[in-house]
Nanobody
Framework: QVQLVESGGGSVQAGGSLRLSCAAS????????MGWFRQAPGKEREGVAT???????YYADSVKGRFTISQDNARDTVYLQMNSLKPEDTAMYYC??????????????????WGQGTQVTVSS
């Protein structure tokens, strides 16, 4: 079992920055792959960024160059640094974990474990 707790969400003006954190606990092997997803009202949940145990990262095209995913050495915390935020980044952001991500790191169904989410609101 894996437990995930997100923090760091809030309200910011367009162009601002936020850093989300995901505190992970439980079976280490079950979180070789850690990701961030988001869901805006009325829209489907979508992959934002993923990081593998070895350090490989993947990003949605909409956030490339603005968001950075990272993890601490103990792999107990995963971060999402969000810069140059836009109103369309407004969403509930969720942390997710899986043993392998099934080779599809931004796919919703690739993750077995999920946090409760943290809200990000970007005003224009």
């Amino acid at each position: 079992q894996v437990q995930l707790v997100e923090s760091g969400g809030g309200s910011v003006q367009a162009g601002g920055s936020l850093r989300l954190s995901c505190a992970a606990s439980g079976d280490t092997d079950s979180r070789n792959c850690m990701g961030w997803f988001r869901q805006a009202p009325g829209k489907e949940r979508e992959g934002v960024a993923t990081i593998y145990f070895g350090g490989s990262t993947y990003y949605a095209d909409s956030v490339k160059g603005r968001f950075t995913i990272s993890q601490d050495n103990a792999r107990d915390t995963v971060y999402l640094q969000m810069n140059s935020l836009k109103p369309e980044d407004t969403a509930m952001y969720y942390c997710a974990a899986d043993r392998t991500c099934l080779g599809m790191p931004l796919r919703l169904g690739s993750f077995a474990y999920w946090g409760q989410g943290t809200q990000v609101t970007v005003s224009s």
